[in-house]
């Protein structure tokens, strides 16, 4: 995923889902576009498809800004300005 651009914030759970946030709107547009369907190797060496799309929300889906509303726990807290994201799935 970092070669799409600068990652600021990546998570992989345990089903195998996970979601990369990217600094900038284009680096995330450049993922979506280049990366969806392609083989992906994690740090541990297993391989998988993927399938990257945009998050959806009630804005026009491809800037959030992070606000801290969920949980004190969550690694969605506000650190300050908007990022870009693309949740991917292994097929």
Do not use: N
């Not at 994690?42 to 800037?63: A, D, L």
């Amino acid at each position: 995923m970092r070669e799409a651009g600068d990652v600021c914030y990546a998570d992989v759970q345990k089903d195998g889902m996970g979601m990369v946030e990217y600094l900038r709107k284009e680096d995330m547009e450049y993922a979506l576009r280049k990366l969806d369907d392609t083989k992906f190797r994690s740090h541990e060496g297993e391989t998988s498809y993927i399938h990257v799309y945009p998050e959806r929300s009630t804005s026009y889906g491809y800037s959030r800004s992070r606000s801290g509303s969920r949980g004190r726990d969550s690694p969605y807290q506000s650190r300050g300005s908007p990022h870009y994201f693309s949740p991917l799935r292994p097929y």
